[in-house]
């Protein structure tokens, strides 16, 4: 075969792979969901010895506010990291005023801030850097681990949603998934899955793995989800 014919043969197999898809129905979705992967990883010297100080993990990123989003070692689930909120800054979910008025939910009714919630989340949270691929109508499984440290008892703990994006990447809807709400400080890796269905229109959607606190030392910690089609 000529050096032109192995060319030809190469290009025609590249092609071949380039249309293979990135994930059979009912596979994994999420990249990296174990947040093993990190293109920054290197080792830092400690008084404990060499401690892994990655950056981001790969596919991953984050939104809302928090004192430290953290792809530490420190705990984790299983394999090396696990993604985590520390000092969340949510937002307060009460409104309070003296007596005998007393507390209300602080949930904004008809305003631009409520339109903002379905492109945007107030808790802080860690999300796929890029929207995955759905299908309007189709059931999908959201799941994973789960754990926190020095939660604020009713107040704190665990927010998992699913923000529905349609073809054009334009906010549908923002679905709660899971709402682990703390009733206690320190919670062991537990284990959440709920169902979600892409409602009509959409194409895209975005997984939040995020922490309910207000402003608090907590720290909230996830580690091997997973969305994929029911």
Request: charged fraction near 15%; aromatic fraction near 8%; proline fraction near 7%.
């Amino acid at each position: 075969m000529s050096f032109r014919a192995v060319l030809v043969s190469l290009a025609a197999f590249g092609a071949a792979i380039a249309v293979v898809p990135a994930a059979h129905a009912g596979g994994e979705l999420l990249p990296n969901p174990g947040f093993e992967d990190g293109v920054n990883n290197h080792p830092v010297q400690s008084a404990a010895g060499t401690v892994d100080q990655p950056m981001l993990p790969t596919g991953w990123a984050f939104e809302g506010a928090a004192g430290l989003f953290d792809h530490t070692a420190a705990e984790r689930h299983s394999g090396r990291y696990s993604a985590g909120i520390s000092i969340p800054a949510g937002g307060k979910r009460k409104a309070c005023a003296q007596e005998p008025v007393g507390c209300h939910d602080n949930t904004p009714l008809n305003t631009a801030k409520s339109a903002a919630l379905t492109a945007y989340s107030v808790n802080p949270a860690w999300r796929p850097a890029l929207p995955l691929a759905v299908r309007a109508g189709t059931a999908y499984v959201v799941s994973g681990w789960m754990s926190w440290q020095l939660a604020s008892i009713t107040d704190g703990g665990a927010i998992v949603s699913v923000r529905w994006l349609d073809a054009n990447g334009v906010p549908l809807r923002t679905d709660n998934a899971v709402t682990r709400i703390a009733d206690r400080e320190g919670l062991n890796w537990t284990f959440f899955s709920a169902v979600v269905v892409a409602p009509a229109g959409a194409a895209q959607a975005v997984p939040l793995f995020g922490a309910a606190d207000d402003v608090f030392i907590t720290k909230v910690s996830y580690d091997d989800v997973s969305f994929h089609a029911a």
